[in-house]
């Protein structure tokens, strides 16, 4: 399975301008081909492939010699990441590839081709081609197999991102009686063991500052130094809106792996919240921090089918309801007179119907 590890890194000004002539000069390679595809298409009705955009590349590079000023593997790995977008797109996952501009606030390249050979921990050093040693502040340990790694430039600070690959664990010993099923919602995570756990509001918290630096922005002359401070400051809040949502929600999907062998979840789609809830949502995020760290440590995730009447079916005698009411907040059963948290009766479900789906996986193993 692949890891990554993402750390601040601080380039000097020399670094600094060599960083920015690369992110330019990947940008004009991705718009270039870009084009070019879509050129070729029209009058073709056909793509070119990675290996004939790395042949043109090539011929390109000896016309504008200053593109060879980019490590080459950088350019490269910009053309396979325009093939993947342009497969995304046909498949169907993604929209179609739009072009780059100058402005956007989050610039990347990836660098292959490098090793453990090329970092220094004890100097807290990584040596990049065409950029030197940049120092790094690697806060934890990592595996040093890696032989890829990014550098993202976003909100005014610079970060590299290594590309590991670790063996996932394979674990036989699972316990069918450490297993749990999560409702997820808006206000808090219900589990089918009766634990609640609350969802911090961090982007609701940060409002009034957001609120606040986005009326002066409006009240700057666009593009003016104090326009530019107040931007500034708006997208570090933003950031730092992120990066709480991102550490509560990495420590709680892994105390969660920890404590049970078998995790079940619904499918959900954030498209059925409405306004501040979505934009303060982490569902699918927390669903693939739960996926891989399942994958990681040797557990197992279930994910239920999102059609599924987790919360109009009783978990007591199997009753459907027709229909319920996002208002009623008890589960009321007809049939068997059950009275339940409308949150934690779903919650029994998804447990119920995972567990459901592993006994009869391991009846088709025997069989």
């Not at 501009?101 to 453990?116: A, Y």
Request: proline share 2%; glycine share 2%; charged share 25%.
């Amino acid at each position: 399975m692949n890891l990554n590890f993402k750390f601040e890194c601080y380039p000097n000004k020399s670094q600094q301008n060599q960083l920015a002539n690369i992110f330019g000069q990947s940008r004009f390679v991705w718009n270039y081909f870009l084009n070019k595809e879509i050129e070729t298409h029209k009058s073709t009705n056909k793509f070119n492939f990675f290996n004939q955009n790395c042949a043109d590349l090539t011929k390109l590079k000896k016309e504008l010699i200053w593109l060879n000023d980019s490590p080459s593997t950088s350019l490269q790995q910009t053309l396979k990441n325009l093939e993947k977008a342009m497969k995304a797109c046909f498949k169907k996952e993604k929209g179609f590839p739009k072009f780059k501009s100058k402005r956007q606030p989050v610039k990347s390249i990836n660098i292959l081709m490098i090793n453990s050979n090329h970092l220094d921990m004890d100097y807290s050093t990584i040596k990049l081609p065409k950029l030197g040693n940049l120092k790094c502040n690697f806060h934890r340990s990592f595996p040093t197999n890696f032989k890829s790694c990014t550098i993202k430039y976003e909100n005014s600070k610079y970060f590299i991102v290594f590309h590991c690959s670790k063996e996932a664990i394979i674990n036989n010993k699972l316990d069918i009686n450490k297993s749990i099923g999560i409702d997820l919602n808006s206000k808090t995570f219900v589990l089918s063991d009766t634990k609640e756990i609350s969802i911090p509001k961090f982007l609701k918290e940060s409002q009034n500052q957001i609120i606040r630096y986005s009326r002066k922005m409006s009240n700057a002359c666009k593009n003016s130094s104090r326009f530019n401070l107040y931007k500034k400051k708006l997208s570090k809040i933003h950031l730092h809106v992120k990066n709480q949502r991102k550490d509560f929600y990495h420590k709680l999907s892994l105390q969660i792996v920890r404590d049970y062998d078998f995790i079940c979840l619904e499918d959900l789609s954030v498209k059925d919240f409405i306004g501040h809830l979505k934009k303060d949502s982490y569902f699918y995020e927390f669903r693939k921090m739960i996926e891989y760290k399942c994958e990681l440590y040797g557990k197992k995730s279930l994910i239920i089918d999102r059609y599924f009447p987790s919360t109009k079916k009783c978990s007591n005698c199997g009753n459907i309801k027709p229909k319920i009411l996002l208002s009623e907040r008890i589960y009321k059963c007809d049939c068997c007179n059950l009275e339940i948290s409308r949150d934690l009766n779903a919650a029994i479900n998804i447990k119920t119907a995972g567990m459901a789906g592993i006994a009869q996986q391991q009846k088709l193993v025997v069989a």
